[in-house]
């Protein structure tokens, strides 16, 4: 295949430094939170650089093939990944109760992360047809709500609450940019609604508890309240400048759970502060507002919507990671991107900056 | 490839502004979020971080209550005091270790090793030292609070059974949760060293009795003393079981065994609900509540006579004479055999190049089914099982529930053995041998059953061919008194067998402890009748020169086990049960007294005396 030369002098560099800067401020939180853990095999940070290196590599391969190729086989790709989370739920390596992993080798990964991915790229393949006049109505979308449900279900049943609302996040996001009908999104609202008391009773009795601690705290002290409750202690305790780097307590003295994924933003703030923390949510803004400006300036519409699509699962991440952590939501189990340990996570995040990139690089071209 | 659409555009860019709107209010949402609390609440979180400053205590919940059928206590709770020290805390006072070993009466190095034990705890979780201790070390260490920082003294329910081993195999029960189970809860979470049942009831009623456990935050200074509470959970009680059992027929039950060794069930069998479990010998469910003690474990689990095995359901053994119930019907059912079918015996039957014989040495002679019964001609039954062959025996055994588990709720339920001759062709490869169809109609050979499926048996014919399934637990209900649960008679199914037949069986199990001769005379009573029958489950083969009489020389464990299975009043069974005296020797003279003791006292009977057995050894007490 012949790259065309522009493609290099177009290279989102900017894009790419923040992406680089959020990641390398990663790799040095976890390896402070998780330096005094006691832990056999190889360190943590050591295992999220690794991934990070073929995160980068994807990544770059991703980016530099034209989107249009995305565009042809978005179905097919969005078939692929499903037909792994279906693969898991069988074969699944059942590991507490919760089957997440499929394993290849000594690799195992999370098929729901790249489910994230091909239904954003289904979704732009979708809407790049465009609607009438108004906008899409309801009578034009029953496709995309089977994509939507046909994984949600499966993914709801591993049980993995937090990767299913990012789902419908994403999904209503989509809605909303590609412009549906006010009658048409008000009538799902509402049917949203009815159908939310039902789902209730699908969720397992944790994931209930989380919720309803989250109203009130103290239901539950031992258990979910109290990761709530410590983690608004780490955070708060690092004040203004915070407690510096490998000084944080609460992290290392274990009162945190899951401290090196989900609630990973807890010790940036204990050990960095209220400037550290605004100094990483800066960047992240800057990530979010870059790549909506990629999605409004490329070039079709293909392209603008898997961008967006993009943009709005990070930007949902982010927001309702750091919400959690800073007792604003429920405990609902979604990593932060770039800063949570995973690899399955880091990889599928790198996948949709490659596609960010690669929408941004040809942007001129055509 | 397709060409990418690039029509409208600008609906794209029209919402662009608004999403910079949306996108700048999250992120100062989150702004405003941090500054609350990193600026305005800083102080305050990082006091409470910087000592570690709470500290979670459990507050478990009361287990629920195990009564018996007419609300008697057989398992509740009870207070006991725990002392638990903060490790952490230690550091800072070297002291309070030696200061509290003291008190307790326990070494520095006892102390260490218990903090030691704990490698996997959470800073700054308490550990257990010393649990349930007695009133004048509570006292001692209560007014030294104030100079031990880092001790804790906290009030855990403990279980406690009233009656010692009383139906211990069935109560079951506890101990701490291990790895696996804790990996197993995911969604009822356990905490580390929490409670669980381990076996009988205990273990499967495990969440309704469990209850939901509270807990406490505690804010602590820095010396580790209690300020104030944070966050405080209420504990709610788990829910009170019900059993089927009554404690006075179960205490019967269990003083007849004296120091003999087996199992006994009785049941209602109208409703299949178990009136009295009992298996010995049996253990203390108490040394399990407190931690048992490693050589009280080995001492339990090397005992020779498996003081842990509920034998009612987990001990199998050859069901002897007792089979004959099954033999007899599937001859009359086959229409191999009516009542008045003739055989004889000469104490002996000759089949092959063997000799196979009838306990009563001088034989039965002419004998048809009612007196085969009531006196357990071996011979008589050897024939015909020749007759009617294997595998209709073994249809009609599997009619009556044996080689299946009968599904009573308590764990590690056996299945039994009904040999037939595809069973023996998948097992071993070889064909049945005619031969082997002698031993198995008198319920020896390959034939092996759990004394619950024995009592299945009878009641089966006790109850018209009808079979429930045995149960354990009546209702659940919580701590109001409302009804949870509730377990309603269940039938399993109907044996497919004649009401004829059963009549014919029926009288013949009533004239084996009525008629003159009946080998279960010792049960008979003078209010009501008994019907049952006796047997005899070889433990190994005898030689065939051997001499009853050298029996009683027999070291114990070769002797054989002694079964009897009955059910009262005649003609309308309120109880049926099953009796196995393990190396007890004959079931008329080891098995049956027990039976009747358990019977008189369910049905309300005057105790009758004592039996006085004859100094001449007669005939019947060798009866198998």
């Known amino acids: ?366 | 490839m397709m060409e990418l659409n690039t029509q409208r555009m600008e609906d794209f860019k029209g919402i662009y502004k608004y999403l910079l709107v949306f996108v700048g209010v999250a992120f100062f949402l989150i702004f405003i979020r941090l500054w609350f609390l990193q600026v305005i609440k800083g102080s305050e979180l990082r006091r409470l971080s910087e000592n570690n400053c709470i500290r979670l205590r459990e507050n478990p919940a009361d287990r629920g209550m195990l009564l018996d059928r007419k609300g008697r206590i057989l398992a509740h709770n009870r207070p006991s005091f725990e002392v638990y020290l903060v490790p952490e805390d230690l550091k800072i006072n070297p002291g309070v270790l030696i200061k509290v070993g003291a008190m307790l009466n326990m070494t520095q190095g006892e102390i260490e090793e218990k903090i030691k034990a704990q490698k996997r705890r959470a800073p700054f979780k308490p550990v257990k030292i010393k649990s349930d201790i007695d009133w004048n070390e509570l006292a001692l260490l209560e007014s030294n609070r104030v100079h031990l920082p880092g001790l804790i003294v906290d009030v855990r329910p403990r279980r406690a059974y009233d009656y010692g081993d009383l139906a211990s195999h069935l109560i079951g029960y506890l101990g701490e949760v291990d790895e696996k189970e804790l990996k197993q809860s995911r969604e009822a979470p356990y905490r580390m060293g929490a409670q669980i049942g381990k076996y009988g009831v205990e273990y499967r009623w495990e969440n309704d009795l469990r209850g939901v456990d509270g807990g406490r935050q505690i804010e602590v200074d820095a010396l580790g003393r209690e300020i104030r509470p944070i966050g405080i959970v209420e504990p709610f009680p788990g829910n009170n079981l019900f059993l089927t059992i009554d404690l006075d027929l179960q205490r019967t039950a269990e003083e007849a065994y004296q120091d003999k060794n087996g199992a006994l069930i009785a049941m209602d069998p109208k409703t299949g609900y178990i009136l009295a479990m009992v298996s010995k010998p049996s253990f203390e469910p108490d040394t399990f509540a407190r931690n048992i003690l490693p050589e009280e474990w080995k001492s339990l689990v090397e005992n020779p006579y498996h003081p842990l095995q509920n034998k009612g359901i987990q001990g199998q053994y050859p069901a002897g004479s007792v089979f004959k119930i099954i033999t007899a019907i599937a001859g009359l059912e086959s229409g191999m055999i009516t009542p008045d079918t003739p055989f004889t015996c000469t104490g002996a039957f000759h089949y092959g190049n063997r000799d196979f014989r009838c306990w009563k040495e001088g034989g039965h002679g002419a004998i048809s089914l009612h007196r085969a019964i009531v006196e357990s001609c071996d011979s008589y039954f050897y024939q015909v099982g020749l007759k009617v062959g294997v595998d209709l025996i073994a249809h009609y055994a599997n009619e009556f529930g044996l080689g299946r588990a009968t599904g009573i709720s308590l764990p590690h339920e056996k299945q039994g053995t009904v040999p037939s001759s595809s069973w023996k062709k998948k097992r071993f490869g070889v064909p049945w041998y005619s031969g082997e169809t002698l031993s198995f109609s008198v319920g020896q050979g390959y034939l092996n059953a759990t004394p619950l499926q024995l009592l299945m048996l009878i009641s089966g014919v006790a109850n018209a061919g009808k079979l429930y399934l045995p149960q354990v637990v009546e209702k659940v209900e919580d701590i109001y008194g409302r009804k949870l649960k509730e377990y309603p008679p269940v039938e399993l199914r109907r044996a497919d067998v004649s009401e004829k037949t059963l009549q014919i069986v029926q009288e013949a199990l009533r004239g084996a402890i009525n008629d003159p001769h009946g080998t279960g005379w010792t049960c008979a009573l003078k209010e009501v009748k008994v019907a049952g029958k006796t047997g005899t489950a070889q433990v190994v083969r005898m030689p065939e020169n051997f001499k009853k009489e050298d029996r009683n020389r027999m070291p114990l464990k070769f002797r054989d086990h002694a079964w009897f299975v009955a059910y009262a009043p005649f003609e309308d069974p309120r109880i049926s049960i099953a009796v196995l005296v393990e190396h007890g020797g004959f079931g008329a003279s080891a098995a049956a007294p027990i039976a009747k003791k358990v019977i008189e006292k369910y049905l309300n009977l005057n105790p009758s005396p004592p039996l006085k057995m004859t100094e001449k050894q007669s005939d019947l007490d060798y009866a198998d």
């Open chain 1, 1 to 366: 295949m012949q790259i065309d030369r522009r493609l290099f002098i177009h290279f989102d560099w900017a894009l790419l430094g923040i992406v680089l800067a959020i990641a390398s401020i990663g790799i040095l939180n976890l390896y402070s939170t998780t330096a005094k853990i006691e832990m056999s095999g190889t360190p943590l940070y050591l295992k999220q650089i690794f991934w990070l290196l073929i995160g980068l590599a994807v990544m770059v391969a991703i980016a530099f093939i034209e989107y249009r190729f995305y565009s042809d086989f978005a179905y097919i790709i969005y078939s692929i990944a499903f037909f792994l989370l279906i693969v898991v739920l069988g074969y699944g390596i059942i590991t507490s109760g919760v089957q997440r992993w499929v394993k290849i080798g000594s690799l195992s990964f999370q098929p729901s992360e790249f489910v994230k991915i091909s239904f954003i790229l289904a979704l732009a393949k979708f809407f790049h047809q465009p609607p009438h006049q108004k906008g899409y109505s309801l009578k034009q979308l029953p496709l995309p709500f089977f994509l939507l449900l046909l994984p949600m279900g499966l993914i709801l049943k591993q049980p993995d609450l937090g990767t299913a609302i990012i789902l419908v996040l994403v999904f209503f996001s989509i809605l909303i940019f590609v412009k549906i009908r006010w009658s048409s999104l008000l009538t799902i609202g509402l049917a949203g609604g009815a159908v939310v008391p039902l789902l209730w009773n699908f969720l397992k009795e944790y994931q209930k508890k989380r919720i309803l601690t989250f109203f009130n705290p103290d239901l539950d002290p031992l258990g979910a309240g109290y990761h709530l409750i410590q983690s608004k202690i780490a955070v708060g305790s690092g004040g203004i400048i915070g407690k510096g780097f490998m000084k944080g307590t609460q992290s290392k003295l274990g009162f945190l759970p899951e401290q090196q994924t989900d609630f990973i933003f807890s010790a940036l703030g204990e050990e960095w502060g209220l400037i550290g923390s605004l100094f990483v949510i800066g960047l992240y803004l800057a990530l979010i507002l870059w790549g909506l400006r990629i999605a409004v300036q490329a070039k079709d519409r293909f392209s603008a919507i898997l961008a967006f699509g993009v943009v709005a699962m990070l930007f949902w991440h982010v927001f309702i990671n750091i919400g959690m952590v800073l007792g604003m939501m429920p405990v609902v189990g979604i990593p932060l991107p770039l800063l949570s340990y995973g690899g399955s996570f880091i990889i599928s995040t790198l996948i949709g900056v490659g596609l960010l990139l690669n929408v941004s690089m040809r942007r001129y071209l055509f």
